[in-house]
């Protein structure tokens, strides 16, 4: 089987872990903030960037009927093709997806009267280029949303993970560990970024979510997990072998520490948003 092909599975395998967890039980949180605090225009055009596999931007085609006009962008072609595939059975002429990234949209400028756009696993570098792209592409007066997680996110998994390099006499792995901690921007630092890209009026909404794991066992094998987040927190250590120890060792003292209960680990989820 050749490389090609394999990326090509890898990819569709991750498109569908993705409308079958990471949708629902992460995007769930992010949808649910931009549609308490989104006033949708009557008509127009809308876009909603890093759409994955376009539940909210079928949700906002059903509320806005053919009036409007919905474009979903997403850098992945097979999470688009499960997205076309929803979009046809509901019959939503008036929305396409198209590939794109939140940092390269490929549209034209002053477009929309609305923009979404979810970078909640946009690497932080990334994240003023996207604020500058999705106002480029916005119309004069309109709204530009972000959705996003700021600092505090994830701090319990933090915690036990300086445990486990104390435990095992890593110490000298801290330093990388509390740059994990400290990358993700504070609100304020988020709100700055958006006035940077010319928006206007911004104000943002943060909400703690809450995700329970019934054990360990369960947080390291949750696809949200495994398959987002963990590689890169454990790409601190040198090699396999030193990640192969240190996660047995989280595993344990999460076991130890939950004390038959869940193990929760939540998030900051935040919306910032502003009127170019």
Not at 19 to 31: A, I, K, M
Not at 60 to 72: N, T
Not at 92 to 107: C, E, I, K, P, Q
Not at 115 to 124: H, N, Q
Request: hydrophobic residues 45%.
């Amino acid at each position: 089987m050749n490389e090609q092909l394999i990326n090509r599975q890898d990819a569709r395998e991750e498109a569908y872990l993705y409308d079958l967890y990471v949708s629902p039980q992460w995007r769930e949180t992010f949808n649910e903030l931009l549609d308490a605090e989104l006033k949708l225009p009557d008509r127009g055009t809308v876009l909603d960037a890093g759409c994955g596999t376009g539940d909210f931007a079928l949700s906002l085609a059903l509320r806005l009927g053919p009036l409007a006009s919905v474009i979903g962008v997403d850098p992945s072609e097979e999470r688009l093709s499960i997205a076309r595939a929803k979009a046809s059975v509901k019959n939503l002429d008036h929305l396409v997806f198209r590939t794109g990234t939140l940092t390269a949209l490929g549209l034209p400028g002053d477009e929309f009267d609305l923009v979404t756009g979810d970078a909640s696993m946009l690497p932080v570098s990334e994240l003023q280029a996207a604020f500058a792209e999705m106002t480029r592409v916005a119309k004069a007066g309109a709204t530009v949303a972000l959705v996003l997680t700021t600092r505090g996110s994830f701090d319990e998994f933090f915690s036990i993970y300086w445990e486990g390099l104390y435990e095992l006499g890593l110490l000298e792995y801290t330093p990388g560990l509390e740059a994990l901690i400290t990358e993700r921007q504070t609100v304020s630092d988020v709100e700055r970024m958006a006035r940077l890209a010319g928006l206007r009026n911004v104000r943002s909404v943060t909400r703690k979510q809450r995700f329970d794991f019934l054990d360990a066992a369960a947080f390291f094998s949750a696809p949200i997990m495994n398959g987002y987040f963990l590689p890169g927190w454990l790409a601190l250590m040198p090699d396999d072998a030193a990640r192969l120890r240190l996660r047995r060792t989280l595993a344990t003292i999460i076991d130890r520490e939950r004390h038959h209960m869940d193990f929760d680990v939540s998030i900051k989820a935040t919306i910032a948003i502003g009127q170019k």
